[in-house]
């Protein structure tokens, strides 16, 4: 089974996630190579699944607007959808989807 490139980033991403639980018993969680991203929740669970959904409209975001991305673990969204043409088709899934096993970070 093939795998996006996306995914791949999003999942190397979210490993990197750091959760703190509040004396109330809430949770927020954060990935500290992507600057400015959290989210907060009831459980643990339910910050993780917010995390991950904040993180995945962040990146789509970030490409439309040209922005740099961070690279994470090697995977460096910048360089396989660095000009506004490539973002724009990813973002509109047009032209080629691109797969992980494609390149090599």
Same mark, same amino acid.
């Given at each position: ?10 999942? *190397?991403?979210?490993? *990197? ?14 990935? $500290? ?20 959904? =904040?993180?995945?409209?962040? =990146?789509? =975001? ?5 922005? $740099?991305? $961070? ?16 973002? *724009?088709?990813?973002? *509109? ?13």
């Amino acid at each position: 089974m093939k795998r996006f490139i996306l995914t791949d980033y999003i999942e *190397h991403a979210m490993a *990197h996630a750091v959760y703190d639980k509040f004396k109330d018993g809430t949770f927020s969680g954060c990935i $500290p190579l992507c600057e400015g991203l959290i989210a907060c929740a009831p459980s643990l669970h339910e910050c993780q699944h917010e995390l991950r959904a =904040v993180l995945e409209a962040w =990146v789509l =975001v970030e490409l439309k607007l040209g922005r $740099p991305l $961070p690279v994470i673990d090697k995977i460096d969204l910048n360089k396989i959808y660095g000009d506004n043409k490539k973002r *724009h088709n990813l973002l *509109h899934l047009e032209g080629k989807i691109k797969f992980a096993e494609d390149y090599k970070y």
